[in-house]
T-cell receptor
């Protein structure tokens, strides 16, 4: 079975631009979470979606938004990019949202903002 | 609020030596605790999870961790390090109603031949 897949793997943008990152969860997983991992730090929670509804939001500005589609795939959008948005963006999935079962992570999208 | 503190951003051991990675948590309610590992250019993988069933938790690849409430700790150990253990290790905490883990800053494990 395929794991969590993310696209693209690498992305270079300039300040002020917009970016869309994509994630396909493991088949059957209905919950998708997004994390930002800045170099040298642990993953920071951005969003959790379950059944197309937002179930949690971390301490990120409104420039960050996300959505989940009927097939449970998800997009993370970031507007008006700043240099500080440069990071590895990780997507994780699990069967349900209201559980402490393990998260399955993708390999991430490395975003560089110049 | 929930948080974890990982002591030491880097830990260096020789192959065959004991591995000890430290994690202390802060939580006002009984926590769920996790250790994840991240190999270069990969996402995180779960090593083990504490859910209050047993204080000593055994995980994959020979790792284990012991939950000590009195010390608010959940340190990760492995009796004998292997070169393939070199990676970034993250401790994480979640409390029941949240279901969203909070990760520590990570500890880089370096294994010398």
């Amino acid at each position: 079975d395929a794991g969590v897949t993310q696209s693209p793997t690498h992305l270079i943008k300039t300040r002020g631009q917009h970016v869309t990152l994509r994630c396909s969860p493991i088949s059957g997983h209905k919950s998708v979470s997004w994390y930002q991992q800045v170099l040298g730090q642990g993953p920071q929670f951005i969003f959790q979606y379950y059944e197309k509804e937002e179930r949690g939001r971390g301490n990120f500005p409104d420039r960050f938004s996300a959505r989940q589609f009927p097939n449970y795939s998800s997009e993370l959008n970031v507007n008006a990019l700043l240099l500080g948005d440069s990071a590895l963006y990780l997507c994780a999935s699990r069967l349900n949202a209201a559980t402490n079962e393990k998260l399955f992570f993708g390999s991430g999208t490395q975003l560089s903002v110049l | 609020a929930q948080s974890v503190t990982q002591l030491g951003s880097h830990v260096s051991v020789s192959e065959g030596a004991l591995v000890l990675l430290r994690c202390n948590y802060s939580s006002s309610v009984p926590p769920y605790l996790f250790w994840y590992v991240q190999y270069p250019n990969q996402g995180l993988q779960l090593l083990l999870k504490y859910t209050s069933a047993a204080t000593l938790v055994k995980g994959i690849n020979g790792f284990e961790a012991e939950f000590k409430k009195s010390e608010t700790s959940f340190h990760l150990t492995k009796p004998s390090a292997h070169m393939s253990d070199a990676a970034e290790y993250f401790c994480a905490v979640a409390v029941g109603g949240s279901y969203i883990p909070t990760f520590g800053r990570g500890t880089s494990l370096i294994v010398h031949p």
